[in-house]
């Protein structure tokens, strides 16, 4: 089992130095800043697992973690902006006992925000929002905002959750390595998380098969393509609708012949569908849940949300939050749930992963960091981590070049489904 120590500060801060992410951390006009916590050694941790568990096979995979959690950045352009996410669709606001991280990157979001706050929607709903956010407490913010299935969350300590789910502090942690050369993989997720963790296996050699519903695809696809081609890249995509009873039984035969399932909803969506975890994990399949906070939460959430919520920010010189990075607890669970995978089963047999983003995020945030002497400072042209030991160079974010463009919705339905035996709807 992969055990976790962060190492010393300085050590911690030459990780975050060489991430690219803290030229996304802090107000645009002032200097980057050094976050909470470990993320980037957690990450560098997680991709030692990967690269062992791919040593000395036909697919060997070495990815720089800490480099990982940057490069969407990299290909879309996103710099710091304080209480604004690098994306832009969440922002850090006072309440009535604190701080709280909303988001509303959905469709629907602006209708649910208005009725969370008691008041039609209209032009005004920010400036509405942050009135009421301001005379309410967090409590109040995490019971509405789980009723209304809103991604928002108090802000917590670093390493607490601040919602009062009593989610435990521990993610599952990677045991002995196995090769996932020739599995089948199933990807029903979307967005960064889960398609960072089937990218990382198709690159070990596993075979993935991306599934979505026609009507509902992976929202990225209308997003950054460099970024989308550089996680879908090299994978199959299958277009099925479970409402059809032939698209139905078509996705239950792909599932029943999966070696790895990875999905990113909560457990009565997919249950929605006729699918059942604990039956495939039962037939020796292995299955990766990716969730907000733990498949026994109702709780929704997007990487910038549940970081701020889960303690995993930066403070600037006037002892106020703003986010760290760009969505990061998205590459970091994506990393954990790649190693996850890479691990060999405890006896054998099959396992339900179940890997929430608060979970990893609070585990990166306990038991070290760079400590309140790391400081960055004008280098030249550009910025150093001052340890108080050594200046460590401030890199920007990099991406590294997609192997292949990513299938466009569905063309590769018929050749995998004949390819598995399995009837056509």
Known sequence: ????????????????????VLPLTGHGTGPPIVPAGAAASWADRMADHVELATRGSRHPVRVDGPRLLSERAALTGGSRRGRLSVGGSCRLLPTLDGWAAVSSARPDDPLLWSALIGHDLDELLPQRLATWLAAHSGAQLDERATLLSLAAGSVGAPGRQADGAGRRAEPPRPGGPRSVERLLV??????????????????????????????????ARQGNRPFYDLLHGGHRSVALDPADPAGRAALHALVRRADIVIEASRPRALAGFGLDAQAEVERGCTWVSITARGRASDRVGFGDDVAAASGLLAYDERGLPVFCGDAIADPLTGLTAAALALSEPAGGGGVLWDVAM????????????TGPGARVRRAGTGWAVDTGQERVPVLAPVARTPRAVAPELGADTGAVLRRLGIAAP
């Open 1 to 20: 089992m992969v055990t976790w120590s962060p190492g010393s500060s300085a050590e911690t801060a030459r990780d975050w130095a060489r991430s690219g």
């Open 358 to 369: 608060a979970d990893v995020v609070a585990a990166t945030l306990e038991g070290g960091g």
């Open 186 to 219: 199933v990807d029903f997720s979307a967005l960064w998380a889960g398609p960072l963790c089937a990218h990382l296996l198709g690159l070990a050699g596993a075979d993935v098969v991306k599934v979505e519903v026609p009507s509902r695809p992976d929202g």
